[in-house]
């Protein structure tokens, strides 16, 4: 079978997904990218979509596809686990005269996704005509390794200069000569020469990338990429791989630079689709091949973030790493009740713990007047038991208590409460967590103060 390879301009076109899971995302991430109108139809969706949605990146009808659905778009993915309704969408869709792909369903497919090597305005697609998707994978390993990693900012300049000269020279072979002679330079090179994001090179709208072969931890913060610092966010753009967490949102991801290869290596919940020793040789193995790695975590790296290990697998196997700290998710909690984790008449000191290790397992008396701000990371959905060490090494009933859960997101919520009410309170979304003491109702306002005894929840 022979192919015509096409790039398709589908800015503002409407197009139609449907299915959300796993691998409906794998294509959203792909054709959110070209500023195609996406709408997506799916009983249940990811998080992740959802999230999308709620952004307004796509819009997402929470039902069962039907072919009505079909009417006025310019392209249709099918991305279901269920073969009949792939069947459905593209027989409905052929009918109609519309491009449809029904993803790992070749003979079921107008055109295939090619894996795309990107730099800016150049990209160069690899298809295999659905023979192989991991051939094409790999083959896009390989060229991505050894292509130039300035390409994109050299052709948005290269493409200035074309303009300019086609408005001021005549038409002509010596026109053509010199268009041919600015496009001359290396294309392929060591990842020793690569470029090194020098001042000289930098140009309006691109980020330099970094030179590849060493690994960076980096700290994501806790979800609003605002809140990312200025060397997080250059590396996230720079990129060659990234690995992240499970609670990185899309928001951050989208950061990227498109030819980024990015792996979600989360493990979250108890559910381990990777163990630490598998992200360990991923990190190994992308470094030893001179790319730049961003091992990207949630909050701040070094944070129960098994940073610890990953920094002695690298140290092992002779890797060049560096730690980018971030803004660890019980700053962003502490904003969002607000109250200072410290109070000099109230909180010297502040302890972070886990759910796991949050309880007291010596039960020491406490002071009358706990001088320390609890943070609690991951402290599970029943607090009760929690509540009930802590009661037992002596705190009171009336400490002051907050849960924040998706704190600085566009999810956000508080609730509030005290320590004798603590097991009471409405299971909250994860990521959550747990700010306990007295800075939490010394320096609210007088509204909150009135309301300890009964847990409010707000929604921002």
């Known amino acids: 079978m022979s192919l015509l390879p096409i790039f398709l301009k589908l800015d503002g076109q409407p197009g139609l997904l449907v299915g959300a899971g796993n691998v409906a995302l794998e294509k959203i991430t792909s054709l959110l990218i070209t500023g195609v109108r996406l709408r997506v139809i799916a009983p249940e969706a990811k998080a992740e979509i959802r999230e999308l949605a709620d952004e307004g990146q796509l819009e997402w009808i929470q039902r069962r596809f039907e072919p009505a659905d079909l ?25 109609r005269g519309i491009l449809v792909n029904s993803v790992d369903d070749p003979p079921h497919c107008d055109f295939y996704f090619g894996s795309v090597v990107r730099r800016g305005d150049l990209q160069i697609a690899i298809s295999t005509a659905g023979e192989s998707p991991a051939v094409a994978q790999r083959l896009k390993r390989e060229i991505d390794g050894q292509l130039a990693a300035d390409l994109g900012p050299w052709l948005k300049n290269l493409g200035r200069f074309r303009r300019e000269i086609l408005t001021t020279h005549p038409a002509g072979e010596e026109r053509k000569a010199l268009l041919h002679q600015l496009a001359e330079r290396k294309f392929f090179e060591s990842s020793s020469d690569a470029w090194r994001g020098s001042a000289d090179s930098t140009l309006i709208g691109e980020t330099p990338r970094d030179v590849g072969g060493k690994v960076f931890l980096v700290g994501a913060g806790p979800g609003d990429p605002d809140l990312l610092t200025v060397k997080a966010l250059r590396l996230i753009q720079s990129a060659d791989v ?42 190994i193995e992308h470094a030893g091949t001179g790319r730049c790695v961003v091992r990207l975590k949630s909050g701040d790296p070094l944070i129960f973030g098994r940073a610890a290990e990953e920094m002695s697998a690298l140290n092992e196997a002779g890797v060049e790493f560096e730690v ?3 803004i660890t998710a019980a700053f962003a909690a502490a904003a969002a009740i607000p109250c200072s984790l410290t109070d000099r008449n109230a909180a010297s000191n502040v302890i972070f713990s886990t759910g796991h290790h949050a309880q007291s397992h010596n039960h020491s008396p406490v002071p009358e007047l706990e001088d320390a701000t609890r943070i609690v ?11 009930l060490e802590w009661l037992q090494d002596g705190l009171p ?14 999810r956000q919520q508080v609730q509030r409460t005290t320590l004798g009410e603590l097991g009471k309170v409405t299971p909250t979304e994860s990521p959550s967590l747990l700010i306990a003491g007295w800075a939490v109702r010394d320096t609210s306002n007088a509204r909150m103060c009135e309301t300890l005894s009964e847990p409010l929840t707000s929604q921002w």
């Open 242 to 283: 990234i690995l992240h967490d499970d609670l990185v949102p899309v928001a951050v991801l989208k950061l990227s630079h498109p030819s980024a290869e990015i792996v979600n290596v989360g493990k979250r919940c108890g559910t381990k689709n990777i163990t630490q020793e598998e992200i360990h040789a991923l990190m």
């Open 324 to 326: 980018v700290p971030g």
């Open 71 to 95: 009417h006025g778009n310019f392209v249709v993915i099918a991305a279901t686990d269920d073969p009949e309704v792939n069947a459905t969408v593209y027989r409905e869709s052929v009918k």
């Open 377 to 387: 990371y991951m402290p599970g959905r029943d607090l009760s038991l929690l509540a």
């Open 397 to 410: 009933a009336d400490f002051p208590c907050a849960i924040v859960s998706y704190a600085a997101q566009p």
